[in-house]
């Protein structure tokens, strides 16, 4: 399957955000959730904007955040998006979309026994799929049930899917799931927010030689 785009989240620091762009990820994670082991401040987010360029577009990341500080933040750092990765309705994430005037990422969170037809998104928010965890929103390593990201992803103009993609499995979940994009974390790293560069390298290349 042609032209699926990579997101690489967490970036915690200029040099992984430079070697992300320059090995061909399309879209840049930023952690703006203070319980996070990547987490960022705003300070730190802009050192890393004020020294990237290239063509990947940076998103922001909250976890279950007031539209004040969302709002801010899209003020003080030029975010190309915002990713709400909590417990935020459909409809909430509409909503922000509109009042903030920026694309919405939402993110679901898998249990083994959701419906798929549970998960419903309005035409302006797209869907990011990861894998549950009680203590953890993302970052887990754990793989979702590519079937069932399937049926999301049919009826879904622009979904992401997460949980446990690594270079070696990443072209079969593309293959079942057809995602509009894949995005990767905790498996390409050597500590949490620091990234493996070879094995960064290994994973795109595995999603753009598809």
């Known amino acids: 399957m042609a032209n699926v785009r990579v997101k690489i989240c967490g970036i915690t620091n200029s040099e992984d955000a430079f070697a992300a762009v320059r090995l061909g990820a399309d879209y840049i994670g930023l952690n703006f959730y203070s319980k996070s082991p990547r987490y960022l401040n705003f300070s730190a987010a802009k050192e890393i904007v004020r020294n990237f360029s290239g063509p990947a577009k940076i998103i922001g990341v909250f976890v279950n955040e007031e539209l004040e500080l969302i709002g801010e933040a899209i003020r003080e750092i030029p975010l190309h998006g915002i990713q709400l990765h909590g417990d935020e309705s459909a409809d909430l994430a509409a909503d922000i979309a509109v009042k903030l005037n920026i694309p919405v990422i939402k993110a679901y969170r898998i249990k083994p026994d959701d419906d798929p037809a549970s998960i419903k998104m309005p035409d302006n928010v797209d869907v990011l799929l990861d894998a549950f965890t009680e203590k953890e929103f993302g970052g887990t390593g754990k793989t979702i049930d590519w079937t069932f990201a399937q049926k999301i992803s049919a009826g879904t103009k ?15 979940a593309i293959k079942i799931v057809k995602p509009f994009a894949v995005d990767v974390c905790s498996s390409i790293e050597k500590a949490p927010g620091i990234k493996d ?8 290349e595995a999603v753009k030689t598809i």
Request: proline content about 0%; cysteine-free.
């Open 197 to 204: 560069l070879e094995t960064m390298k290994r994973f795109i």
């Open 158 to 172: 622009r979904l992401f899917l997460a949980g446990g993609l690594r270079a070696e499995n990443v072209a079969a």
